[in-house]
């Protein structure tokens, strides 16, 4: 796989509240929508991240999934994942191969049809 990369904030190794079963959660950096109840206010800046290949993070969570599969799954939260959406497409991808479920847990502020649908081809489950 070409290397490509996510600007990522954290992670959460066993979720039990972003989506079904137990999650490895990746909290992606940035959003510009600044609300007013956010519980993740650290994850703001795009530059609160850091740089990490998406083989990378394959390979980190392939080691999870003993504990995610077969009821739980990766999710993608942040700040807003969706503003790296065509970065997140090329995780997604690679973890389709391994028939992990992922969701992605996002305020929709990006709207754009035809990338959700891109999306989905890959992802199973959107939450807002
Ligand atoms: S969209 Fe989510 S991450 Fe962004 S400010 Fe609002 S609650 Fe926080």
Redesign the pocket.
């Known amino acids: 796989m070409e290397d490509n990369f996510l600007q990522v904030h954290s992670y959460e190794s066993f979720g039990t509240v972003d989506g079904p079963g137990i999650r490895y959660v990746i909290f992606l950096a940035g959003?510009h929508?600044?609300?007013k109840?956010?519980q993740?206010r650290d994850?703001?800046d795009f530059r609160s991240g850091h740089s990490v290949k998406i083989s990378e993070l394959v390979n980190t969570i392939l080691r999870y999934t003993s504990y995610i599969m077969p009821d739980g799954g990766v999710t993608v939260s942040?700040?807003?994942p969706l503003i790296q959406a065509y970065k997140l497409i090329l995780l997604f991808k690679e973890l389709k191969k391994y028939d992990i479920h992922t969701a992605i847990d996002t305020?929709r502020?990006v709207s754009n049809n035809r990338l959700y649908k891109r999306i989905n081809r890959f992802n199973r489950s959107i939450f807002t």
């Open positions: 959003c929508l600044k609300c109840y956010c993740n994850t703001w942040g700040g807003e305020s502020n």
